[in-house]
Structure formats: structure tokens, C-alpha cells
């Protein structure tokens, strides 16, 4: 069965928590970093109502920001 793309997050932050997931401009993020991150936002959203399908909009250049909003959006289960 395929895996959805915050469920590949996770495996590779619980696999391989120092590693690069992402490089941008000079920041780096580790997996495990990204994972916290991501988990921050997924947990803020249900605080705040959201429902698994309800839609986020994400209104973010592309940068590092934009791939935590996104993923933490997923892992909240809504659609970005």
C-alpha cells in the first residue's frame, strides 16, 4: 500500500533523524526537526477546529515555511 507523503516524514525522521530533509538559501533541517515542526502545526490546526478534510490554504512563497505548512497541514489531516 502506498504511504502518504507525512507518513514518509515521519518514517525518515524516526530512520534517520540528522539527516538533511530540506536546504534552503543557508538553513538546513534535519528530518527530526521538520517532524517537530510540522507536528506544532498539525497539532495548532485541530486546537483550532479544523477537521480532518477541511481545506487550508497556505499563501507562503516557496521557502522552507511553505513545506512546514504544507506537511503540517496533511498531518492534521486536511487538504493544502
Known amino acids: 500500500?502506498?504511504?502518504?507523503?507525512?507518513d514518509l516524514l515521519v518514517t525518515s525522521a524516526g530512520a534517520f533523524p540528522a539527516h538533511l530533509a530540506a536546504c534552503w538559501q543557508d538553513e538546513r533541517i534535519p528530518y527530526s526537526e521538520l517532524d517537530q515542526l510540522t507536528n506544532q502545526l498539525a497539532h495548532t490546526l485541530r486546537a483550532?477546529?479544523?477537521?480532518?478534510?477541511?481545506?487550508?490554504?497556505?499563501?507562503?512563497?516557496?521557502?522552507?515555511?511553505?513545506?512546514?505548512?504544507?506537511?503540517?497541514?496533511?498531518?492534521?489531516?486536511c487538504v493544502a
Do not use: Y
Open 48 to 77: 483550532i477546529g479544523c477537521h480532518p478534510g477541511d481545506r487550508v490554504v497556505v499563501l507562503i512563497p516557496n521557502s522552507p515555511n511553505a513545506l512546514f505548512a504544507i506537511l503540517g497541514i496533511l498531518k492534521a489531516g
Open 1 to 6: 500500500m502506498p504511504k502518504l507523503l507525512h
